[in-house]
């Protein structure tokens, strides 16, 4: 019997998108996290355009991305246990408490704007929408993609001042602290933002996850040149693109009201649009594109590696660059990093069947169940 080709979609698409997840985060590791949302905090011109372009092309459209691969990941789970006969709902069941596990620790100890955590609340949610009819779940997470239009904004727009004095004590912890104060104060601030986070990111990944399943439930992910990919790219990629940029101008320079409304509402058009594009491009690689591809599907161990290095070179116990460079350079380091984790996931992947925290996510998922 022979065996199906690999989906090669799923593989390109972890690799982009851990790459538009880390310019978005290193803004918040590299930066004061705690500014107005409203006033984008911008010292230079340099820096201005910087986060423009973090805003208008990478901002909850990376977010959307992976939560889209969270879903497909759910669909692609599934299979792997009715074909080995293994009980869905334990390993299921498994696999977000791992998940919780992984992003307490991240959200505390390195980045308190973790996704694990959001993923394995929200993610236990779908876990009930699991049968449900390719149909219904496009209908229920187009429905949640427009709800976070209507809710993230005025959330977000809403949130208060942050005192002075808690300012004052971030700058100095994060730039002169050790690693047990920095943890600390990332934990209270773990705890402080992840409900609000669950509500304007969770609405948001929970309509990706539908949409994700949708893509294995029909075939679509198994299928690069299925023709709405095409669709998807033709209508959505230039003015999802077009909308993020000006969205992200206005909110940068102008209003912050029509700014981040427009930035939320043109994230869901340019992410399917990038769907479609990261479909064009799924072609079978040549070797080196092949182990990088392989690499990025060690994403989990990639994304938290983002933040354990990150978190470490601009720390005040690292390297101790926190808001010490400008925030094109700090991109330009966060990009380094991820290039320089593929590279080692390269080197590891060569060896080891899975990447380390893969391994450990795998160990709990299947504990008690034949591996």
């Known amino acids: 019997m022979t065996r199906s080709p690999r989906a090669l ?11 538009g997840i880390v310019v978005v985060n290193v803004q918040y590791i590299a930066f004061s996290a705690l500014g107005s949302f409203a006033d984008p905090a911008a010292d230079t011109m340099r820096d201005a355009l ?7 092309l990478a901002l909850l459209k990376s977010y959307g991305l992976f939560s889209f691969m ?20 334990r390993l299921y069941r498994n696999r977000m408490i791992g998940l919780a596990i ?6 505390c100890l390195f980045f308190p704007g973790d996704i694990l955590t959001i993923y394995a609340v929200t993610g236990s949610v779908l876990y009930l929408f699991r049968n449900w009819p390719v149909r219904r779940l496009v209908q229920v997470g187009a429905a949640l993609l427009v709800l976070q239009t209507l809710i993230a904004p005025p959330l977000l727009l809403a949130a208060p001042e942050t005192p002075p004095d808690i300012i004052a004590m971030e700058r100095a912890i994060l730039t002169e602290g050790g690693f047990l104060d920095a943890a600390l104060f990332r934990s209270i601030g773990f705890a402080v933002i992840m409900p609000s986070f669950l509500v304007i990111q969770g609405i948001a990944a929970l309509g990706w996850f539908c949409l994700g399943l949708a893509a294995v439930k029909s075939g679509m992910i198994d299928d690069a040149g299925h023709p709405l990919w095409r669709r998807a790219r033709r209508w959505c990629l230039g003015p999802g693109v077009v909308l993020g940029l000006a969205g992200a101008a206005i909110w940068q320079w102008g209003p912050a009201v029509p ?22 491009l799924s072609r079978p690689p040549g070797p080196i594109m092949a182990q990088a591809l392989k690499a990025g599907g060690s994403s989990l161990s990639i994304y938290l590696g983002q933040s354990i290095l990150l978190s470490t070179i601009f720390s005040g116990y690292g390297l101790g660059l926190w808001d010490a460079v400008d925030r ?9 990093v991820t290039a320089a984790l593929i590279g080692a996931l390269m080197i590891w992947r060569s ?7 893969e391994w450990v996510l795998r160990r709990i998922t299947y504990a008690g169940l034949r591996d």
């Open 328 to 336: 094109l350079t700090a991109t330009a380091i966060a990009i380094a």
């Open 351 to 357: 060896r080891f069947a899975l990447g380390p925290f």
């Open 102 to 107: 992984l992003g307490i620790a991240h959200g």
């Open 259 to 280: 700014g981040v409304l427009l930035t939320v509402i043109a994230a869901p058009v340019a992410t399917l649009g990038y769907l479609g594009l990261i479909a064009a």
């Open 70 to 89: 969270f879903g497909v990941g759910l669909g692609f789970l599934m299979r792997a246990a009715a074909r080995r006969g293994l009980p869905f709902g």
């Open 9 to 19: 979609m799923p593989d390109y698409l972890r690799l982009v998108a851990l790459f």
């Open 50 to 56: 910087a986060l423009w372009l973090v805003n208008g």
